[in-house]
């Protein structure tokens, strides 16, 4: 199944996949992909965000507004190159190897609007066996866009987090 994990900006969906992936590997799963955390400066800013391989616990620089990185630019942000490779080399890699629980954080308009980021993995979404779970964090503004793409075939589902429900959810 694809479950698509939405919400609006700063309402913790990185935080909740985080707390997933803990409860996944207390109950002996091994969830492998991609999340993307957010770094903060001095003054609590967020100044970007790093790629994170839940398996390994590697990270690595990913986007930063308040620096040039080698890639694309989008908003006040600054993409590495290398990093989206790396990232996406380790997502085809635990999508294909059948993991049963693979995380992507996440799929914004760097994706969508400029088919770069982790836009070759999007490609995959369709022949992903839905008999395993595959977590999607999507802005809420890209969702139909996305579905109508990427997964109008596949079975999914939809949850929205809000600072009303996010430490309530269970899967």
């Keep these: 199944m694809i479950t698509i994990i939405t919400g609006n900006r700063g309402v913790g969906k990185t935080t909740f996949l985080l707390k997933m992936i803990e ?4 109950k002996g799963s091994q969830p492998c992909g991609i999340i993307t955390p957010a770094i903060y400066d001095e003054d609590n800013n967020k100044v970007g965000f790093y790629a994170l391989d839940i398996a390994t ?36 890699q635990v999508i ?26 999007l490609t995959l979404i369709s022949s992903f066996d839905i ?3 595959f977590y999607l964090v999507i802005r809420l503004e890209l969702i139909d866009d996305f579905i109508g793409r990427f997964i109008s075939e596949n079975e999914y589902r939809i949850v929205e987090i809000t600072p009303e ?3 309530e959810i269970i899967f």
Excluded at 23 to 26: H, M, R, V
Excluded at 67 to 91: C, D, H, Q, R, V
Excluded at 114 to 120: A, E, L, M, P, T
């Design 23 to 26: 409860e996944l590997k207390i």
């Design 57 to 92: 616990s590697e990270q690595w620089e990913l986007g930063r507004s308040d620096k040039l990185l080698n890639g694309p630019t989008y908003g006040p942000f600054s993409f590495s190159e290398k990093g989206f490779i790396k990232a996406n080399e380790i997502l085809e």
């Design 96 to 121: 294909s190897n059948g993991s049963e629980n693979v995380f992507l954080d996440e799929i914004g308009p760097l994706e969508l609007e400029k088919g770069y980021g982790f836009f070759s993995i």
């Design 131 to 133: 008999n395993r779970n």
């Design 165 to 167: 429900n996010r430490n």
